[in-house]
Each structure stands twice: as C-alpha cells, then as structure tokens.
C-alpha cells in the first residue's frame, strides 16, 4: 500500500524557517518524481514546487522561489522542503503527493499524504 | 502565466449528472486532469489526460476537454459525491501546473 506520511509542521514566526519531511513506502520512491502541494485555510490548491526521480528537475512557484528549497534521499525514501524566510501568507497544510508514474511531466498526483500544517505568525 | 476559471459552486439533486467546468484560454490543446477533495482530507485523482479514470474510480466520473473549457461530468450523483473538485494543467508559460480555484459540489 502506498503511503506518504508528512511531518515537520508547526508555528513558526514571520522570517523563520522550518523543514518539511515525507516518508513514503508501499512504492520504488526513486522511481517517481515528488511534489508539494500547499492549501491555505479555506482556499484552494496551490502547487508549491517539484523534483524529479533523480533530483535532476526542480520547480518551483514564483510565489516560494529563493525561499524554499526541496530536495529527496532516495537511499531513505525521503522528501524534503525546506523553508526559510517564512511569511504570514504561507500558512498552510501542505501535502505530499506522488507524480503518476511514467509522466513526462511532474504531474499529476496519483497519491497524496494528509499534510502537515504550517502556520506563521507572530 | 496560465489562469483556469472554475464557478465556485455548483449543485444537483441525487440521481442526476452534474456538470462541472474548467474554463482556459486554447484549453483544449492541453491535457486537464481532476481531483476531488472532501472536507478534511487529502485530494484524490479522479480524471487524468481529459477524460482516464485512475483504478478504483467509478465509471460515473467522466472528463472531456475542447475549445476553451474542459468538463467533468458526474453521473448518476450520490451523496458521497459532495466535494470540491479542482482541474490542473501544465503552464508552459511559466513551467508548472496550474490548479484551477475549485468547484464546491452540493448534492441537495
């Protein structure tokens, strides 16, 4: 059975930094590209940033570029986000998601952890 | 960069087809997929490249894509079907997918 557990989540004041962590199992991890996904309270869906099988593709949205930065252990079956310079804005539950197998692209996800929340404030 | 237009909310009765539509410039020389996303979980493929269902998904959930919008359809409507749904394209304007704003299905 697949599964992508999420933790590292907390309260964090505006200007910190927190890292974000997804242990996947039940699948090859290094055979996949990983994405994060974040969903503010009450709102819609927001793609934060994707990685590649071997960590050779990165994105990222302009809305995290130069703050965030995700990276994958693929000997732990790990991903990762780290994120910096944190804003009130980025207050979020932020999910997990494994990419389709086969995609040419880092979409779409065919399996999601149950997120971690991320709240920053003062 | 890309922006996908979805009406915030839509209703139906039991036993009928809803109708649930992704607005986009030129949308249908992209390939859409669809999540539904129930209160308090993680959001699940339903429909992916227009109009494949993933394994587990009910035949009632169909996708088509042309023109300016892209549709999910919903027949046959339950209960369990009360979500909210989003659509997702690749920009490749800016590199990376787009999630529509979402589409509250009340089932009355």
């Known amino acids: 059975e697949v599964q992508l557990v999420e933790s590292g989540g907390g309260l964090v004041k505006p200007g910190g930094s927190l890292r974000l962590s997804c242990a996947a199992s039940?699948?090859?991890?290094?055979?996949?590209?990983m994405n994060w996904v974040r969903q503010a309270p009450g709102k819609g869906l927001e793609w934060v940033s994707s990685i590649s099988s071997s960590s050779s593709y990165i994105y990222y949205a302009d809305s995290v570029k130069g703050r965030f930065t995700i990276s994958r252990d693929n000997a732990k079956n790990s991903l990762f986000l780290q994120l910096d310079s944190l804003r009130a804005e980025d207050t979020a539950v932020y999910y997990c998601?494994?990419?389709?197998?086969?995609?040419?692209?880092?979409?779409?996800?065919?399996?999601w952890g149950q997120g971690t929340l991320v709240t920053v404030s003062s | 960069s890309y922006v996908l237009t979805q009406p915030p909310s839509v209703s139906v009765a039991p036993g009928q087809t809803a109708t649930i539509t992704c607005g986009g410039n030129n949308i249908g020389s992209k390939t859409v997929h669809w999540y539904q996303q129930k209160p308090g979980q993680a959001p699940v493929l339903v429909v992916y490249?227009?109009?494949d269902r993933p394994s587990g998904i009910p035949e009632r959930f169909s996708g088509s894509n042309s023109g300016n919008t892209a549709t999910l359809t919903i027949s046959r409507v339950e209960a369990g079907d009360e979500a909210d749904y989003y659509c997702q394209v690749w920009d490749s304007g800016s590199d990376h997918p787009v999630f529509g704003g979402g589409t509250k299905l009340t089932v009355l």
């Open positions: 490249d227009d109009s």
């Open positions: 998601a494994r990419v389709v197998v086969g995609a040419t692209l880092p979409y779409p996800a065919d399996y």
């Open positions: 039940g699948f090859t991890f290094s055979s996949y590209s």
